[in-house]
């Protein structure tokens, strides 16, 4: 039972526009929402984190929105850039500070095309 | 600073032979973790610890062992690899207490068992 899903394993994107991942999760006893990046053969990196009391951050480029009510985050990076193509994993933090961890969904292959 | 230093970065099994994976961090954090990835998947948590002495089973823990006894240093234990366990290894860690704080991964140990 997947309690973080992200439903499209690809998309790709003229560099320059838009880029906007998105991302649905079950579970609302959730506190936290984080985006990590994944280069091949390389660790995931964190990008950005989104606490469950807000419905916004931003950190230059990247914004990740966050609806409570749908179950339902997103991740834009504005402009798109070559070195953005990575695989984008969502991951979400349970109550108690999670020392167990964090739940992560299946990833989605960015492509920035020139 | 070397955050996760994960070793070896590959290694090719047969079936029924046994390895340890090895994790250390140099962040004096006390929560650490093993997750393995699988092609086309997220991470899935094998076992975590939230101090040394201290490990629990995270979502597949099945065929392996762990054992913390510095803050350091957190080995995997494959006893009796299996084809299943075919897959990039990935250890974490992150400072306790820190609600919401990233999870800091390493680089990745790719395991083949044949």
């Known amino acids: 039972d997947q309690q973080v899903k992200q439903n499209s394993p690809s998309l790709s994107v003229q560099e320059g526009r838009i880029s906007i991942l998105n991302c649905d999760y079950t579970?609302?006893?959730?506190?936290?929402f984080l985006w990590y990046k994944k280069y091949p053969a390389e660790g995931p990196t964190f990008l950005i984190s989104?606490?469950?009391?807000?419905d916004k951050n931003e950190d230059g480029r990247f914004t990740v929105f966050l609806n409570k009510s749908a179950k339902h985050l997103s991740l834009h990076i504005v402009p798109s850039q070559p070195g953005d193509s990575a695989v984008y994993f969502c991951?979400?933090?349970?109550?108690?500070?999670?020392?167990?961890?964090?739940?992560f969904g299946k990833g989605t292959h960015l492509i920035i095309q020139p | 600073n070397a955050g996760v230093t994960q070793t070896p970065k590959f290694r090719i099994l047969k079936i029924g032979q046994s390895m340890t994976l090895q994790c250390t961090q140099d962040?004096?954090?006390?929560?650490m973790y093993w997750y393995r990835q699988d092609p086309g998947m997220g991470l899935k948590l094998i076992y975590y610890?939230?101090?040394?002495?201290?490990?629990d089973k995270g979502e597949v823990p099945n065929g392996y062992n762990v054992s913390r006894s510095t803050t350091e240093d957190f080995p995997l234990r494959l006893e009796l690899a299996a084809p299943s366990q075919t897959s990039v290894y990935f250890c974490?860690?992150?400072?306790?207490?820190?609600?919401?704080?990233?999870?800091?991964f390493g680089n990745g140990t790719r395991l083949t068992v044949t």
């Open positions: 974490a860690s992150r400072p306790q207490g820190a609600q919401g704080s990233p999870l800091h």
């Open positions: 579970n609302s006893m959730f506190d936290y």
């Open positions: 989104i606490s469950s009391i807000k």
């Open positions: 991951a979400a933090s349970g109550a108690g500070g999670g020392a167990d961890g964090l739940t």
């Open positions: 962040m004096n954090h006390n929560y």
């Open positions: 610890s939230v101090g040394a002495g201290i490990t």
